[in-house]
């Protein structure tokens, strides 16, 4: 979720909230953005009027008289504080919410560079290459240092963009977004700074060719690691190398190539929405301080509910079992989803799926004919029941039914239709063509 958008003129802040501040109330999330604004401006606005316009009458309110509630009351101190300490005349107003447009539209904006590593990748390398100093591209929410800098100002943030800072006398941990990739390539290789630079393996991307030449990556490169998308390969090896194989040898080499053809077992598409899935599930049990993998199947029971109390439909917690199973199958680990809690939750979810649509009639161009003839003078079509899919069905009735009739290939790719069962929704028989089935008998 966005946290809620003010307007400073000429700046914009946004971000995503996390897991545990979703729950908050709207004026404590309202507030919390006042507060992370002003600290991201405080050099802008300092010995200036600071007027915080919301359409939240409460937070109009506790700015000025503070709150009753001890965690709306400290975030009301902090603000008040910080103003004088700069001082900075701080006043505010309410208007309706038809009226508070920019901060509104920032409202449903969320930060999609907002990225993070898992913590076992992070624990592995800075074994290798620690200990980190500074996280550089981070939020008080995904930061693997003590020290971090963040986008936007958060609690316990060091600084506000990381691009402004010198590198030099730390060990950086960089994740940066992608857009930023090629500018932190340079600013390291400039100010000559040790860092651990964590980005995606996309060789047509602008910034590839600045770390990695002629088959090759550049001198400055002292040494790299490729990870996988879900985990398997660091699984995978720590299973081999349980099972007795000794690394180096011929076996435990082969344990790369056994992730990829494992991930194989689906396809391209099927296994980037399983692992999005995955992600998702991680996240949610994450946050409540619990495994992901191997998960336990109550706590996935209880995801499986949140999902349905957040509206989801049964499509969607299909595939977040789906995607579980998935994931612990090829892992090695036994199947979690195989309980009585998330079959039952599985079907109270198809229980409370919407009734399927009725299916309308085909419109043929013979019809159509008729019914103008039929209806000159009138707008009363009769008692037939069409709709917006008529003509479609009408056209696919109509190829398939004809004398010279068309290829069902043919007719799933005029028809863009990926399945049988999709394609044939759309067509209704003629009589003579399901006789003909029984005239082929030649009974």
């Known amino acids: 979720m966005s946290f809620d958008g003010d307007y400073v003129p000429g700046t914009t802040v946004y971000g995503n909230w996390d897991y545990n501040e979703t729950h908050n109330s709207s004026t404590w999330r309202e507030l919390e953005a006042v507060r992370r604004v002003m600290y991201s401006n405080l050099d802008k606005i300092e010995r200036q009027s600071l007027q915080v316009v919301s359409d939240n009458k409460n937070v109009k309110h506790i700015l000025e008289v503070g709150s009753k509630k001890e965690i709306l009351n400290d975030i009301c101190l902090d ?23 920019e901060a509104d539209i920032l409202s449903r904006r969320g930060d999609n560079d907002d990225w993070g590593i898992q913590w076992w990748v992070f624990k592995k390398l800075d074994q290798v290459w620690g200990p980190h100093t500074y996280d550089r591209f981070a939020s008080s929410y995904n930061r693997k240092c003590e020290k971090f800098s963040s986008k936007f100002w958060c609690e316990g943030c060091f600084c506000i963009n990381a691009m402004s800072q010198r590198w030099s006398g730390e060990n950086n941990w960089l994740v940066p977004p992608p857009i930023l990739i090629s500018g932190v390539v340079n600013k390291v290789l400039k100010e000559k700074a040790k860092a651990t630079l964590i980005i995606p393996v996309w060789k047509s991307a602008p910034y590839w060719p600045l770390i990695h030449r002629q088959d090759s990556f550049i001198s400055e490169v002292n040494a790299y690691l490729f990870f996988k998308g879900i985990g398997l390969d660091k699984h995978l090896h720590d299973v081999v190398e349980d099972s007795g194989v000794v690394e180096g040898s011929y076996l435990h080499s082969l344990a ?3 992730c990829d053809h494992l991930l194989c077992s689906r396809s391209e598409n099927t296994c980037k929405s399983y692992s999005n899935g995955f992600k998702k599930w991680q996240r949610f049990i994450s946050a409540q301080g619990h495994s992901a993998l191997p998960a336990h199947p109550v706590h996935i029971a209880l ?3 949140h999902l349905l109390d957040s509206g989801a439909s049964s499509n969607t917690v299909n595939l977040a079992v789906y995607c579980i199973k998935w ?19 599985q079907e109270s ?14 419109v043929t161009p013979e019809m159509l004919i008729k019914l103008c003839e039929m209806f000159k003078s009138s707008s009363d079509l009769g008692s037939a029941d069409f709709g917006l899919h008529s003509m479609r069905s009408g056209g696919a009735t109509q190829a398939a039914n004809a004398s010279l009739s068309v290829g069902d290939r043919c007719l799933k790719r005029h028809g863009r239709w990926k399945t049988d069962s999709s394609k044939d929704r759309y067509i209704a028989d003629s009589v003579e063509k399901r006789l003909e089935v029984s005239k082929r008998l030649g009974i």
């Open 327 to 345: 994931v612990h199958g090829l892992n090695g680990y036994s199947d979690p989803t195989d309980n009585s809690f998330v079959k039952n939750l």
């Open 349 to 362: 979810a198809k229980r409370r799926a919407k009734p399927e649509t009725c299916r309308k009639d085909p």
């Open 79 to 101: 603000i008040v504080e910080t103003c004088n300490e700069s001082s900075i005349t701080l006043s505010s107003s309410w208007i309706p919410r038809n009226k508070n447009v």
């Open 256 to 258: 790369g190539n056994m």
């Open 303 to 305: 995801y499986l509910t």
